[in-house]
């Protein structure tokens, strides 16, 4: 049996730590009608309940777990089961990356943070990025299809695709004209067509 000290140094140690990702975690697979606190704290509960005869290898794993049952009881005790969400709990694998975990959650901010970018750019730049980039399209696809010349779908890709990385690198996501001059400082011919 476990001493309380120890047990609430590991607990502050090992799971506290994992928090933000659980409460990710619990929001995703939140049934209806409850709350995503009152459920933290009651996997708190059971998490401390059961490392009482001894203290896994795995905190994470173990918290996850736990979260995964818990939640996975709730659904069934309610009248009404979304057979989505128990589904989704049950593909939950025992032994949990955290790691991995933690880079989905990034890469979902990340794809948030380029669709932001996305919706800032001028209403036919973002069409010929959104069919170049997202649709897969060939430029001279892109072109017949928008009714556009072939330099002016370069051209709008690749302010586009400046510009997106501009916000994503911190700064305003401003399409800059001024990115397609040459080396002698001239604006390229394909720079001047007005129908930017």
């Known amino acids: 049996m476990i001493d309380d000290n120890e047990l609430r140094a590991w607990f502050c140690r090992e799971v506290l730590p994992l928090e933000g990702t659980l409460m990710s975690y ?8 409850h709350d995503a606190s009152d459920i933290r704290q ?12 001894g203290l896994p290898a795995n905190a994470g794993g173990y918290l996850f777990v736990a979260a995964r ?36 959650l990034s890469a979902r901010d990340e794809l948030r943070r380029a669709f932001a970018a996305l919706e ?5 730049c973002r069409e ?8 897969g399209l060939s430029t001279r696809e892109v072109a017949e ?13 690749t302010l586009g695709m400046r510009a997106i990385a501009d916000f994503l690198l911190g700064g305003s ?23 930017l």
């Open 26 to 33: 619990i929001r995703r697979n939140l049934p209806r009608g």
């Open 145 to 157: 299809q928008m009714g556009i010349g072939i330099h002016t779908v370069e051209k709008q890709l």
């Open 69 to 104: 049952n818990h939640l996975i009881n709730l659904v069934r005790h309610a009248q009404i089961v979304s057979v989505e969400t128990v589904a989704d709990l049950e593909a939950l694998p025992q032994a949990i990356d955290l790691q991995a975990a933690e880079r989905q």
């Open 173 to 195: 996501g401003k399409i800059d004209r001024g990115t397609l001059r040459g080396v002698s400082g001239q604006v390229a011919p394909q720079a001047q067509d007005d129908s």
């Open 42 to 53: 009651e996997v708190y509960a059971r998490v401390l309940g059961g490392v009482r005869s």
């Open 120 to 124: 800032l750019l001028p209403p036919r």
């Open 128 to 135: 010929v990025v959104q069919l170049r980039k997202l649709n």
